[in-house]
């Protein structure tokens, strides 16, 4: 019998490494014996962020770029490849949304042009920017898994997110064409869409069906899945992990 999931001698970039899902996710990959080359903004605080992992005895790279600095992801790749020769699984999960729920909502005429070009530049531009750049070297080996971090808010309108939501509709999106693109070099591309990941203890709410938060943890095994190996005949898919809240409407009013 074959293993569900196997890693053979695989190379994963992770993207907003130092932040909720990203650390789960490093964490994850590296416990299965992947390498992980890990970025975010600041390459000091990757690092702290990381230790534990790094302790742990996982092999893990921090790194620091800006996702929306092309220049800056090239010379990134360059450090990349110099320290591990290849990467085989990119996970573009730096993202970043107004957290408009605390603000109050926001009308889409009124959103700033520099606001909602900084959310498309991060969300859509550091996918565009990382995939551009990493899979060339996938492609001439025949071999990648990409999964881009979608959003319930990107399959449904979200009121209020106006660029947050239009952001992550394009990833996935652009996740699919990615995923024809690519399906005969042996590179499949797929999304991970979150709803409501606790950033600290997971609160009851009535928001979901399941009735509370879902963990970064829950994220990462989703992402884990489609990162594997043995997840080679899925590709374009988009995969809700959100309780059911995309299901709406919720709680116990049916
Ligand atoms: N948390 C949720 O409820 C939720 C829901 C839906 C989708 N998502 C998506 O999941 C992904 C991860 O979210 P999270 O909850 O871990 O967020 P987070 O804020 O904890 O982590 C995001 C990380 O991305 C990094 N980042 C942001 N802009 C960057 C840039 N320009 N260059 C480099 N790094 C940058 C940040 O420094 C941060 O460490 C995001 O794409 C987010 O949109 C999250």
């Known amino acids: 019998m074959t293993d569900i999931i196997s890693f053979a001698d695989r190379v994963a970039l992770v993207t907003g490494a130092a932040g909720n899902i990203g650390r789960a996710v490093v964490r994850m990959l590296a416990g299965h014996g992947v390498k992980v080359a890990a970025t975010d903004f600041d390459r000091a605080k990757t690092e702290a962020v990381l230790a534990g992992v790094v302790g742990a005895g ?75 750049v990493f899979l060339p070297q ?35 999106r652009i996740t699919q064409v990615m995923a024809m693109e690519n399906a005969k070099r042996g590179i499949t591309v797929n999304s991970v869409s979150p709803g409501m990941v606790a950033a600290g203890p997971v609160k ?27 997840s080679g005949f899925i590709t374009g898919a988009d995969l809700p992990v959100d309780g059911g809240r995309i299901l709406g409407p919720h709680g116990d009013d049916m």
């Open 58 to 132: 996982g092999v893990v790279r921090c790194y620091g770029a800006d996702v929306t600095d092309r220049a800056q992801v090239e010379s990134l790749y360059r450090a990349v490849m110099a320290d591990f020769g290849k990467v085989d699984i990119l996970i573009n999960n730096a993202g970043v949304w107004e957290n408009r729920d605390v603000i109050g909502c926001k009308r889409f005429e009124t959103v700033k042009p520099e606001e909602w070009r900084r959310i498309f530049a991060i969300n859509v531009g550091g996918v565009m920017n990382f995939s551009q």
């Open 138 to 172: 996938m492609a001439t080996r025949g071999y990648g898994r990409i999964i881009n971090l979608g959003s319930i808010a990107g399959e449904v309108g979200k009121p209020g997110y106006l660029d947050y939501s239009g952001a992550k509709a394009a990833v996935i």
């Open 204 to 230: 009851k709410t009535t928001g979901t069906w399941i009735g509370r938060e879902g963990t970064a943890d829950e994220m990462a095994r989703a992402i884990f899945f489609f990162a594997a190996d043995e």
